[in-house]
């Protein structure tokens, strides 16, 4: 008999305020474990811009974390792959002391896999099993190429990565940051995978799930939970018993040092942040789109010289504070627009942008106080939708620049990939040829455009 621990994280996203418990329990289970083997991996999303920490350092400060815990192997998410720039994500993992296991991303130069990456992992126990590890991450096919890497379907990749684990190992494991839907189409269709580690739908299994015979774990978002996987196998290196628990971060012991530890990964973030000074601004630009100088009147300006386009829209609920008379640095326009999100140039016919403005106008009510979550959004709601270059007379009539709309003409709009991802406005993905601007998020055009009109 041979008995297995692995211990998981997966969407962490930056919450550093749930580390220091998540960091205890760990070196607990590893230090007071009476099983033969003890395991320790990450599924992704481990980083979040949203943190000024993570931004400040493209992230290597959560690597250092992973590191100070020993992970024996990890693979990315989107926030890792999509929200840094080809090199940043090429460095991110220069001083990791785990193996990246990713399987699916590829340079789109050199065609090869990620210089940083292994399609696989093969682990040998002190008692001669073999578990192979995989690693996939979500096939983003619109905007991986945009950062000239090359991303594989599923489909593409695990039926060979599969077939030769299983004439090498006595275990496969996937490290899968695909999603729940797709966690559960590969168990009917791979039950020679023993174990999915599941993640990036942020779900969560506290006992598991048995999916034709394969085991699937999650644990949730944030660190709020923490995964545990036990594995028995007999003599004949078969397995005779796996089960899934996890463990609520919240019903863990808080010591007083921990809230010393947190402020300071916030402030540390802060202050190197606020060590980059953009622009000096000669009067407090207002979140509040009611009052003098609305600070979304200077972001429609920079989105659509950005664009180079006849008109931008963007929405209130993207600026989370003011900006205040005087210097402004990197950490104001974190704070303001911690989003990962970029700016998009759309193209498209006279008639479709008409019935995307009527989109807009239908949803305008309900998105005003929407409580939006996810898709590189970072804030509370959606907001009041506004408009450069657009108008609309009281026979929905619309105009560019004051003049009417030619229906077959091409016009091009300065918007955002969120509203792409976004259910409310489907004439952006059905008639919009869309170019989503990597690699700056919007608050580095922005920057860059009050750097330009407000100079220090």
Same mark, same amino acid.
């Given at each position: 008999?041979?008995?297995?621990k692995?211990?998981?994280?997966?969407?962490?996203? @930056?919450?550093?305020?749930?580390?220091?418990?998540?960091?205890?329990?760990?070196?607990?289970?590893?230090?007071?474990?009476?099983?033969?083997?003890?395991y320790?991996?990450?599924?992704?999303? $481990?980083?979040?811009?949203?943190?000024?920490?993570?931004? $400040?350092? %493209?992230?290597?400060?959560?690597?250092?974390?992973?590191?100070?815990?020993?992970?024996?192997?990890?693979?990315?998410?989107?926030?890792?792959?999509?929200?840094?720039?080809?090199?940043?994500?090429?460095?991110?993992?220069? /001083?990791?002391?785990?193996?990246?296991?990713?399987?699916?991303?590829?340079?789109k130069?050199?065609?090869?896999?990620?210089?940083?990456? +292994?399609?696989?992992?093969?682990?040998?126990?002190?008692?001669n099993t073999?578990?192979?590890?995989?690693? &996939?991450?979500?096939?983003?096919?619109?905007?991986?190429?945009?950062?000239?890497?090359?991303?594989?379907?599923?489909?593409?990749?695990?039926?060979?990565?599969?077939?030769?684990?299983?004439?090498?190992?006595?275990?496969?494991?996937?490290? @899968?940051?695909?999603?729940?839907?797709?966690?559960?189409?590969?168990?009917?269709?791979?039950?020679?995978?023993?174990?999915?580690?599941g993640?990036?739908?942020?779900?969560?299994?506290?006992?598991?799930?048995? %999916?034709?015979?394969?085991?699937?774990?999650?644990?949730?978002?944030?660190?709020?939970?923490?995964?545990?996987?036990?594995?028995?196998? %007999?003599?004949?290196?078969?397995?005779?018993?796996?089960d899934?628990?996890?463990?609520?971060?919240?019903? &863990?012991?808080?010591?007083?040092? %921990? /809230? $010393?530890?947190?402020?300071?990964?916030?402030?540390?973030?802060?202050?190197?942040?606020?060590?980059?000074?953009?622009?000096?601004?000669?009067?407090t630009?207002?979140?509040?789109?009611?009052?003098?100088?609305?600070?979304?009147?200077?972001?429609?300006?920079?989105?659509?010289?950005? $664009?180079?386009?006849?008109?931008?829209?963007?929405?209130?609920?993207?600026?989370?504070?003011?900006?205040?008379?005087?210097?402004v640095s990197?950490?104001?326009?974190?704070k303001?627009?911690?989003?990962?999100?970029?700016?998009?140039?759309?193209?498209?016919?006279?008639?479709?942008?008409?019935?995307?403005?009527?989109?807009?106008?239908?949803?305008?009510?309900f998105?005003?106080n929407?409580?939006?979550?996810?898709?590189?959004?970072?804030?509370?709601?959606?907001?009041?939708?506004?408009?450069?270059?657009?108008?609309?007379?009281? +026979?929905?009539?619309?105009?560019?620049?004051?003049?009417?709309?030619?229906?077959?003409?091409?016009y091009?709009?300065?918007?955002?990939?969120?509203?792409?991802?976004?259910?409310?406005?489907?004439?952006?993905?059905i008639?919009?040829?869309?170019?989503?601007?990597?690699?700056?998020?919007?608050?580095?055009?922005?920057?860059?455009?009050?750097? /330009?009109?407000?100079?220090?």
């Open positions: 008999m041979e008995t297995i692995i211990i998981h994280t997966n969407d962490l996203h @930056s919450h550093f305020e749930n580390f220091p418990r998540i960091k205890r329990f760990i070196e607990d289970k590893r230090t007071n474990n009476s099983d033969d083997e003890f320790l991996f990450d599924i992704g999303d $481990a980083m979040d811009r949203a943190h000024p920490l993570t931004d $400040a350092t %493209d992230g290597k400060s959560n690597i250092e974390w992973l590191n100070s815990l020993k992970y024996d192997a990890a693979t990315i998410g989107n926030n890792e792959g999509l929200g840094n720039s080809h090199s940043e994500l090429n460095h991110l993992y220069g /001083k990791a002391n785990f193996e990246v296991i990713l399987g699916n991303l590829f340079d130069e050199t065609g090869k896999l990620a210089s940083f990456a +292994k399609p696989y992992k093969i682990i040998e126990t002190k008692k073999k578990i192979g590890v995989l690693g &996939l991450t979500a096939p983003y096919i619109l905007t991986y190429p945009l950062l000239d890497w090359d991303i594989h379907l599923i489909q593409e990749t695990l039926p060979g990565l599969v077939s030769k684990l299983e004439k090498d190992c006595d275990v496969i494991i996937l490290l @899968s940051h695909l999603g729940v839907s797709m966690d559960r189409r590969i168990a009917k269709k791979y039950p020679q995978i023993d174990v999915v580690i993640s990036h739908t942020h779900h969560l299994f506290e006992k598991g799930e048995m %999916d034709n015979g394969v085991l699937l774990a999650a644990a949730g978002k944030y660190g709020q939970n923490i995964g545990e996987i036990n594995l028995v196998l %007999d003599d004949d290196k078969k397995i005779t018993r796996k899934a628990v996890t463990t609520r971060t919240s019903s &863990l012991q808080e010591n007083p040092e %921990d /809230k $010393a530890w947190i402020d300071g990964k916030m402030h540390q973030g802060e202050q190197l942040l606020d060590e980059v000074k953009v622009a000096n601004i000669p009067q630009m207002s979140r509040n789109i009611n009052k003098e100088n609305p600070v979304i009147e200077e972001g429609l300006t920079a989105i659509k010289e950005f $664009a180079d386009a006849d008109a931008a829209i963007l929405s209130s609920g993207l600026f989370l504070q003011s900006l205040h008379k005087g210097t990197k950490n104001d326009l974190h303001m627009l911690p989003h990962a999100i970029h700016v998009m140039r759309t193209k498209m016919s006279g008639d479709n942008v008409w019935r995307l403005v009527m989109e807009m106008e239908k949803n305008r009510a998105l005003r929407h409580p939006q979550k996810g898709m590189g959004f970072r804030g509370k709601t959606f907001g009041e939708i506004v408009y450069r270059g657009i108008s609309i007379d009281d +026979k929905k009539n619309v105009y560019i620049n004051g003049e009417a709309i030619h229906k077959k003409k091409e091009t709009l300065a918007l955002l990939d969120h509203y792409l991802f976004v259910p409310y406005f489907p004439s952006i993905e008639s919009g040829n869309n170019d989503i601007l990597y690699p700056k998020f919007l608050r580095s055009v922005f920057g860059d455009y009050l750097s /330009k009109k407000y100079p220090i």
